[in-house]
């Protein structure tokens, strides 16, 4: 974000609400917590569920195939290396870079805080190269003309980008110039459980007890309570010392807080808040081990589970991305297209493969050869004529032996009957 801005955040700006112009926050950014804690982007990846929900959304989404098409009168046709499109995704999309690593960054970027960029390096009308950019640094900016600009804060200084430079995926939001950021709206919920974590490692730490009192039967005094403190404390702390042998003199006692994790309700506290980070990310409990008895209300087969997964959390990164691949990188090519390939993460049992593959090929929707490709065997020969049920002949076949029948005119009566 623009240095500025940063501070405009303190002060009450951003948030569900932007101004007609100048710059669009997505949410008024603070570390600090109800609960005590601060949690920072970094800290709040710490906490378990939200480093498996991230990770399993980026490497669910980067892991798609992504084609390219061209759309005809006939059908769509896969360009695979006749276009520059295809060299920008499937080859390299900048100079440091795997096609995998580049979508693998925006998507975790997305994930995160539901905003990720990207510049554009153009070579008159043909983007040759993506290089991500920090979203920390970001901010949308509203000029009074009305144009949108993006500010990007580097150590010389603010560097303002036009709109066409910018490759920008964002999650939902209020206005369509920015979205909310995740991590803002989530820190409350990171907060109770870094609040959480934090107790119960400082517990164990201090011998699985939540601490103790050392009674005297008089008063000290300063000096003398501090001596008190530097003598004892340590002395049950740590869990080498749990089983240390203590000596009190002079009356002391020492009494020991004895409420364990289920009196402290720790582990229901713990359990829950893992369910509440998968919430705001959109990914099932089950899928990051959260929750109690989540199955019982998860699809019984692996297959329904998935695809689960792909409609409700994974759908929208991959309608983004080709929305903003169509809209920022081809904006003047109306006949290419993008599209991710979703049958590697919805995979059929072999029963299931065996009757949609034998379905589409007895019904002409599909060649032998196309088949044998999605079971990677290699084509034979024939094996690119459309067949159907009837005796699996060509379709052309089929039309002129009903034109044949059609010609021979009617069968003779002693047939007929």
């Not at 804690?37 to 992504?66: F, H, M, T, Y």
């Not at 021979?408 to 009566?413: D, E, I, K, R």
Request: glycine share 8%; with cysteine.
């Amino acid at each position: 974000m623009a240095v500025w801005s940063g501070c405009r955040r303190l002060f009450g700006g951003g948030g569900v609400s932007n101004p007609d112009k100048g710059y669009q926050l997505g949410a008024i950014e603070r570390t600090y917590t109800d609960s005590g804690i601060s949690v920072s982007d970094e800290r709040a990846l710490k906490v378990s569920a939200v480093w498996a929900c991230v990770q399993l959304i980026a490497n669910s989404v980067a892991g798609l195939p992504l084609n390219v098409f061209r759309d005809k009168e006939s059908g769509r046709e896969q360009l695979k290396s006749r276009h520059f499109l295809t060299d920008l995704l499937h080859k390299r999309p900048n100079s440091l870079m795997k096609p995998r690593d580049f979508r693998l960054a925006l998507t975790t970027q997305m994930a995160i805080w539901s905003n990720a960029y990207a510049e554009i390096v153009w070579s008159g009308d043909r983007p040759v190269a993506l290089m991500p950019l920090r979203p920390g640094r970001m901010t949308p900016f509203i000029t009074d003309d009305g144009d949108l600009t993006y500010h990007y804060a580097m150590d010389k200084g603010v560097r303002v980008y036009a709109q066409r430079s910018i490759f920008h995926l964002k999650s939902f939001g209020t206005d369509g110039i920015v979205a909310q950021e995740r991590n803002n709206f989530a820190r409350e919920s990171y907060g109770l459980a870094v609040s959480a974590d934090t107790y119960a490692a400082k517990q164990y730490a201090n011998g699985g007890r939540p601490g103790g009192v050392l009674t005297l039967d008089q008063f000290l005094t300063k000096e003398q309570r501090e001596q008190v403190r530097d003598l004892y404390q340590g002395m049950s702390e740590g869990a080498y010392n749990s089983g240390r042998l203590w000596v009190l003199e002079g009356g002391m006692k020492y009494d020991a807080l004895d409420y364990n994790a289920d009196q402290m309700q720790m582990i229901p506290t713990r359990s829950h808040q893992l369910s509440e980070v998968a919430r705001f990310f959109g990914v099932p409990d089950v899928l990051i081990g959260a929750g109690s008895n989540t199955s019982s209300a998860w699809p019984a087969s692996f297959e329904q589970q998935m695809l689960y997964f792909l409609t409700h959390t994974i759908q929208p990164y991959l309608d983004e991305w080709e929305d903003a691949i169509r809209y920022s990188l081809i904006p003047g090519e109306s006949d290419i297209n993008v599209d991710h390939d979703t049958s590697s993460l919805v995979k059929m049992d072999s029963k299931s493969k065996s009757m949609f593959l034998s379905t589409n090929v007895q019904n002409g929707l599909m060649t032998r050869n196309e088949a044998r490709k999605i079971l990677n065997l290699p084509n034979v020969d024939g094996g690119d004529e459309l067949t159907v049920q009837t005796n699996l002949s060509p379709l052309e076949d089929l039309d002129n032996a009903v034109q044949a029948d059609q010609s021979a005119g009617p069968m003779p009566a002693q047939i007929q009957q």
